[in-house]
């Protein structure tokens, strides 16, 4: 069966953002930031809804000013 395009987001796809976002963001918490990525909801999300999710948890990630 051919992969759902939803699934591009995948813990592969999270470990090398995750990966390059600890190399610019100081006290970045790569484990955190992917446990929060995949809460309880995230399979039942699809694609714009998975996209909206990694932003607003990215955002709490980020500095105002990044």
């Known amino acids: 069966m051919a992969e759902l395009f939803k699934d591009l987001y995948s813990k592969k ?9 600890n190399e610019v ?9 992917i446990d929060d990525i995949y809460d309880s909801e995230w399979k039942s999300k699809e694609f714009k809804q998975r996209m909206y999710h990694v932003s607003f948890v990215l955002n709490n990630y980020l500095s105002d000013n990044f």
């Open 13 to 21: 796809f999270f470990a090398i953002l995750s990966k390059a976002l």
């Open 25 to 33: 963001v100081s006290d970045f918490n790569q484990e955190q930031f």
